[in-house]
């Protein structure tokens, strides 16, 4: 899992300690278990908000833990072109490459800790695909994508793209230097990631070493969630056992903590956790396939001008590629 290292976490800015006093531990509400299941053009993901309350969530909708996986050769896959209306994702490849193009102009290839930020907004299409090389080669993909709903006043806003190479996030460490934090948006302790977002909110890749304690500032006003994606260890003031595919959620207060094990498996020699924060936008969500609106209506109308051709075109090379809702 090498996203982004580096060779000396105690040169690095460390992030404030909550005063005992007078700060608040954000208990934990619920640690849930992602469902495994497959995606596009069958690659392996774990549903990572399956079974929790959207209202929990907000404003996230949406999360896929895509892989751990070694492939083989020829096995590599991705998504055929489809649509998006009212809301953001957001790739975060660990392992392996992955290509993105849209039909707005964006696009590249991420990997090892770079991060991709496609903005719907009124409407685009795009394809996700392995790059050929690692199709005919197989190999390591990790990864996850994010869904970020948009307000109301935001969901048909011009669609955007943002390529955010790895070496681009803040990085820092705890007081004791224990974790490696990648502040990929938002901000944490005053530290700002270079994301810039509609909905306000704090996105973090924490390494925390075997046997290590994390406690992070957290707003008040935003929501708290922490996924794992390799290792385990316990989690909030109680110590509530978490490993890998599990997400908890955290209730009211100012800092959250996570602990990892001291022994850990040998393939993951650490705790490597995503902690997710959002202002709560409060508004109702309809969502269907690859739509997020307000109401159902909405939704109709996004099939309807998808169908028309509304949404953008396929680009010329790919004219031979059908789109296809996903």
């Known amino acids: 899992m090498p996203a982004i290292t580096v060779d000396n976490v105690l040169a690095l800015p460390r992030v404030g300690t909550p005063d ?48 751990e996986v070694d492939y083989a050769p020829g096995e590599p896959k ?33 990997t090892n800790g770079d991060t991709q930020w496609m903005t719907a907004g009124a409407g685009i299409l795009h394809i996700e695909t392995p790059p050929e090389h690692l199709v005919v080669s197989g190999g390591l993909f990790h990864g996850f994508q994010l869904w970020v709903n948009l307000p109301k006043a935001s969901k048909l806003v011009a669609p955007r793209y943002q390529d955010i190479r790895g070496r681009q996030v803040s990085l820092l460490t705890s007081p004791d230097g224990g974790s490696l934090l990648r502040v990929i948006a938002g901000e944490l302790d005053g530290h700002a990631g270079p994301g810039s977002t509609y909905t306000p909110i704090t996105m973090v890749h924490a390494t925390i070493s075997p046997g290590a304690s994390l406690t992070l500032p957290w707003r008040k006003d935003f929501n708290a969630l922490a996924y794992v994606m390799a290792g385990k260890g316990t989690v909030g003031p109680k110590g509530r056992p978490i490993e890998l595919g599990q997400l908890a959620v955290f209730g009211e207060g100012d800092h959250v903590t996570l602990t990892a094990d001291a022994k850990q498996d040998p393939n993951h020699p650490a705790l490597d956790v995503l902690f997710l924060g959002g202002q709560p936008i409060r508004e109702p969500v309809a969502m269907y396939g690859p739509f997020v609106m307000n109401t159902k209506a909405e939704v109709v109308q996004a099939f309807e001008d998808y169908q028309a051709g509304r949404l953008g075109s396929i680009p010329a090379a790919h004219a031979d590629v059908r789109g296809e809702a996903s």
């Open 20 to 67: 005992p006093i007078a700060s608040q531990a954000r208990p934990v509400v619920s640690v849930t278990t992602a469902p495994k299941g497959y995606e596009g053009e069958g690659f392996p993901v774990r549903r990572a908000f399956a079974g929790v309350d959207l209202r929990a969530l907000d404003p996230f909708i949406h999360m896929d833990q895509m892989g």
């Open 78 to 110: 991705g998504t055929p072109w489809h649509p998006h209306r009212g809301f953001e994702t957001v790739t975060y490849i660990i392992d392996g490459e992955f290509v993105h193009q849209d039909s707005n102009g964006g696009g590249g290839t991420i």
